[in-house]
């Protein structure tokens, strides 16, 4: 039987959110950067820094708070950072995620809505 590769393997749906984050590692180096995508295994993140698999940090995420994390993969523009947390953690994670998704659809929706409906009382 063939192994899984890739997003074959992944347990939890990942995201793309508009969002920053703020990384923090064991050197007291840290960055902000731009989230790519998130679940609630981890977090892929914009950046130029090009820190070593297996480094250690502390990630600041708006809405779902401090993880501690492993860097897992090193690109030439993103670096994927693993959480290192229990089960519990875990589902929190998830529900925190799955909130700020819901609430930026939310967003969106109303942000359409109400251009929809300024360009509906502009006169032709």
Avoid at 110 to 124: A, F, G, I, Q
Wanted: net charge negative.
């Amino acid at each position: 039987m063939k192994e899984p590769t890739g997003s074959e393997r992944r347990i939890f749906d990942r995201w793309s959110l508009d969002g920053a984050a703020r990384v923090i590692f064991e050197n007291q180096y840290d960055f902000s950067c731009k989230i790519k995508d998130m679940s609630a295994s981890g977090v892929s993140v914009d950046t130029d820094i090009r820190p070593e698999i297996g480094d250690r940090a502390v990630v600041y995420v708006k809405g779902v708070g401090r993880l501690h994390a492993e860097v897992v993969r090193v690109r030439e523009q993103d670096v994927a950072l693993h959480f290192v947390v229990d089960n519990d953690r875990q589902r929190a994670i998830l529900e925190r995620l799955e909130r700020e998704v819901v609430s930026g659809i939310e967003r969106h929706l109303v942000e359409t809505l109400n251009s929809l409906s300024e360009s509906e009382d502009e006169p032709e």
